[in-house]
């Protein structure tokens, strides 16, 4: 190494007078890449809607009235916000009464049990996906909207115990002492006292367990039936067997919820710090 | 306090051990009780050679991602902080897309009349087609795209770690760019390059979207495979077998990322 800076000190490699700006090129090829596939949806889906092509050869509202009127679209998308906000809801009692409980007390098996409630993040939807459809189709209960919500909360509860705890952390527990002291009940604590120092976590924590819902295709797959098909279950097989013009629409509206969403989060930890 | 974790913990009971502990008997005792769906899932060829494609494509889609990421997460570090922020959302905005949003693009910009083959054309000739779309190359650039801001975040995480004025005192000694890259920066991020490419390991061995669009059947990887034994062969057993291998793989990676990291895939949110 010794070696290399005596040399490097002597004289300028071409390396080194190329290294920023190779390095800059570089960055700009990955950006581009990052957003190209979000971006270029958008102009397609304002083509005419009989064909896929980039630039769209004449521009249209065409593809937007097709998914708007189309009633297995809206079918599809109306189930999909239905198992979103019902696995919102259920997400996030769950997650945060258990991230709650974890961490006010110390118990032994603590950290595994941590663990083994995060572990489902580790784990290859594939694998969810096959277990919830032995599970359920043993229940009878494949094809249900309840299956869905069940499975999806197993997805989306992890993600809502780690933003709880990060929350968590920052509520002064002297706060709830003194509450305690004061006479207050434990509920009446949660209620007056954590939730509202804590609202922001649970704004964030509320819009990944929907948007993980609400993305969900894997498990969604295996376990929905014709009729209580998802919107990204419709998706993929529409991709797979015949590419419809409509899902430039479709894509770019989704785009533009997801880039609110990434938007909202950012501006919330900004505001948590 | 223990009743705040309650229900939680009978859902999991009800709803994850469960389902996973029949997925294990199934791929035991499925048709009856038998190691021979393990046997099959190591002597028969097809078996072997969708294990081979699912570590190549993963092997090969992580080094793509760390190729593609580290110059942008690199840039990310150099900013000030607010443009970082800025910039974060070019990263943010396809990890929060639907991986459907994203294969639905890559079908139009790889294909035959996509976006690459019209530029292919303009600069080397009408005759020029390249094949990118339900090979090889087209799982491998879906699977990079779905998995670059993990290792973006996993590789800035460790950048902005590290201790700033190490890299001033080798601006001071009078080391160039480079010579502070090679010595400095780069030795030190190989924590998070190492956790970066563990977490895409553990993403893409599971794999199922990506390959089954963007892929031909040559690109098959276990989850298709264990799609294919559900839907079309009803082979319950062999499908459980497989999901059985995939997760003891992906636990075992996963195992290690928390070793070497103390968090988990967890602290990307």
Same mark, same amino acid.
């Given at each position: 190494?010794?070696?290399?800076?005596?040399?490097?000190?002597?004289? %300028?490699?071409?390396?080194?007078?190329?290294?920023?700006?190779?390095?800059?090129?570089?960055?700009?090829?990955?950006?581009?890449?990052?957003?190209?596939?979000?971006?270029?949806?958008?102009?397609?889906?304002?083509?005419?809607?009989?064909? +896929?092509?980039?630039?769209?050869?004449?521009?249209?509202?065409?593809?937007?009235?097709?998914?708007?009127?189309?009633?297995?679209?809206?079918?599809?998308?109306?189930?999909?916000?239905?198992?979103?906000?019902?696995?919102?809801?259920?997400?996030?009692?769950?997650?945060?009464?258990?991230?709650?409980?974890?961490?006010?007390?110390?118990?032994?098996?603590?950290? #595994?049990?941590?663990?083994?409630?995060?572990?489902?993040?580790?784990?290859?939807?594939?694998?969810?996906?096959?277990? $919830?459809?032995?599970?359920?189709?043993?229940?009878?209960?494949?094809?249900?909207?309840?299956?869905?919500?069940?499975?999806?909360?197993?997805?989306?509860?992890?993600?809502?115990?780690?933003?709880?705890?990060?929350?968590?952390?920052?509520?002064?527990? /002297? #706060?709830?002492?003194?509450?305690?002291?004061?006479?207050?009940?434990?509920?009446? *604590?949660?209620?007056?006292?954590?939730?509202?120092?804590?609202?922001?976590? *649970?704004?964030?924590?509320?819009?990944?367990?929907?948007?993980?819902?609400?993305?969900?295709?894997?498990?969604?797959?295996?376990?929905?039936?014709?009729?209580?098909?998802?919107?990204?279950?419709? $998706?993929?097989?529409?991709?797979?067997?015949?590419?419809?013009?409509?899902?430039?629409?479709?894509?770019?509206?989704?785009?533009?919820?997801?880039?609110?969403?990434?938007?909202?989060?950012?501006?919330?930890?900004? /505001?948590?710090? | 306090?223990?009743?705040?974790?309650?229900?939680?913990?009978?859902?999991? !009971?009800?709803?994850?051990?469960?389902?996973?502990? +029949?997925?294990?008997?199934?791929? +035991? @005792?499925?048709?009856?009780?038998?190691?021979? /769906?393990?046997?099959?899932?190591?002597?028969? %060829?097809?078996?072997?050679?969708?294990?081979?494609?699912?570590?190549?494509?993963?092997?090969?889609?992580?080094?793509?991602?760390?190729?593609?990421?580290?110059?942008?997460?690199?840039?990310?570090?150099?900013?000030?902080?607010?443009?970082?922020?800025?910039?974060?959302?070019?990263?943010?905005?396809?990890?929060?897309?639907?991986?459907?949003?994203?294969?639905?693009?890559?079908?139009?910009?790889?294909?035959?009349?996509?976006?690459?083959n019209?530029?292919a054309r303009a600069l080397f000739g009408q005759d020029t087609a390249l094949?990118? +779309?339900?090979?090889?190359?087209?799982? *491998?650039?879906?699977?990079?795209?779905?998995?670059?801001?993990? $290792?973006?975040?996993?590789?800035?995480?460790?950048? =902005?770690?590290?201790?700033?004025?190490?890299?001033? !005192?080798?601006?001071?000694?009078?080391?160039?760019?480079?010579?502070? @890259?090679?010595?400095?920066?780069?030795?030190?991020? $190989?924590?998070?390059?190492?956790?970066?490419?563990?977490?895409? =390991?553990?993403?893409?061995?599971?794999?199922?979207?990506?390959?089954?669009?963007?892929?031909?059947?040559?690109?098959?990887?276990?989850?298709?495979?264990?799609?294919?034994?559900?839907?079309?062969? #009803?082979?319950?057993?062999? !499908?459980?077998?497989?999901?059985?291998?995939?997760?003891?793989?992906?636990?075992?990676?996963?195992?290690?990322?928390?070793?070497?990291?103390?968090?988990?895939?967890?602290?990307?949110?």
């Amino acid at each position: 190494m010794a070696a290399m800076g005596k040399r490097t000190l002597k004289r %300028p490699s071409l390396a080194e007078h190329w290294f920023p700006a190779l390095g800059i090129v570089a960055a700009i090829f990955g950006y581009v890449f990052l957003v190209l596939p979000s971006l270029i949806v958008i102009p397609m889906s304002f083509g005419t809607g009989s064909e +896929l092509v980039f630039p769209p050869r004449s521009y249209s509202l065409e593809l937007y009235r097709q998914y708007f009127q189309e009633s297995t679209w809206m079918a599809v998308t109306g189930q999909s916000v239905k198992v979103g906000l019902a696995t919102m809801a259920v997400s996030l009692v769950f997650g945060f009464s258990a991230a709650y409980g974890i961490s006010r007390t110390n118990f032994r098996g603590k950290g #595994l049990l941590t663990v083994f409630l995060l572990s489902p993040m580790f784990m290859p939807h594939i694998a969810m996906a096959l277990a $919830m459809y032995l599970y359920l189709s043993r229940l009878g209960l494949v094809g249900t909207t309840f299956g869905l919500v069940a499975a999806h909360t197993l997805v989306t509860v992890p993600f809502v115990i780690v933003t709880a705890f990060a929350g968590l952390r920052y509520v002064d527990r /002297n #706060l709830e002492l003194a509450a305690a002291t004061m006479g207050a009940g434990r509920l009446r *604590i949660i209620w007056k006292v954590v939730l509202p120092l804590i609202v922001p976590s *649970i704004i964030v924590a509320s819009l990944f367990a929907f948007l993980l819902s609400f993305d969900e295709v894997v498990i969604s797959y295996f376990i929905s039936s014709v009729q209580s098909e998802t919107l990204p279950v419709k $998706m993929y097989s529409s991709i797979h067997w015949e590419i419809s013009p409509v899902l430039a629409a479709i894509s770019s509206l989704l785009t533009v919820l997801s880039f609110g969403a990434c938007v909202a989060m950012s501006l919330l930890q900004r /505001n948590d710090q | 306090m223990i009743a705040f974790i309650v229900p939680l913990a009978v859902f999991f !009971a009800v709803f994850f051990v469960l389902p996973l502990a +029949l997925v294990v008997l199934a791929s +035991l @005792f499925d048709p009856v009780l038998t190691g021979s /769906n393990y046997q099959e899932l190591f002597t028969s %060829p097809l078996y072997l050679r969708v294990l081979r494609s699912t570590l190549e494509i993963s092997g090969l889609s992580t080094v793509a991602t760390l190729l593609i990421a580290y110059p942008v997460a690199y840039h990310l570090y150099k900013q000030p902080p607010r443009r970082r922020t800025l910039l974060m959302t070019l990263v943010l905005l396809p990890f929060w897309t639907s991986i459907l949003v994203k294969s639905f693009a890559f079908t139009v910009l790889l294909g035959q009349d996509g976006i690459i083959n019209n530029i292919a054309r303009a600069l080397f000739g009408q005759d020029t087609a390249l094949k990118l +779309l339900f090979n090889r190359p087209g799982v *491998i650039i879906g699977m990079a795209h779905y998995l670059l801001p993990f $290792m973006i975040f996993a590789i800035l995480t460790s950048l =902005l770690a590290q201790n700033r004025d190490l890299r001033r !005192a080798a601006e001071v000694m009078g080391a160039g760019r480079l010579k502070i @890259f090679r010595s400095i920066t780069l030795p030190l991020s $190989m924590p998070g390059i190492v956790a970066g490419c563990l977490i895409c =390991l553990v993403l893409s061995l599971g794999m199922f979207v990506t390959p089954a669009l963007l892929g031909g059947p040559k690109d098959m990887m276990l989850a298709n495979l264990v799609e294919m034994h559900v839907r079309q062969t #009803l082979d319950w057993g062999l !499908a459980a077998a497989l999901t059985v291998l995939l997760i003891i793989m992906t636990g075992a990676l996963s195992a290690i990322i928390s070793h070497v990291r103390g968090g988990g895939l967890g602290s990307h949110g």
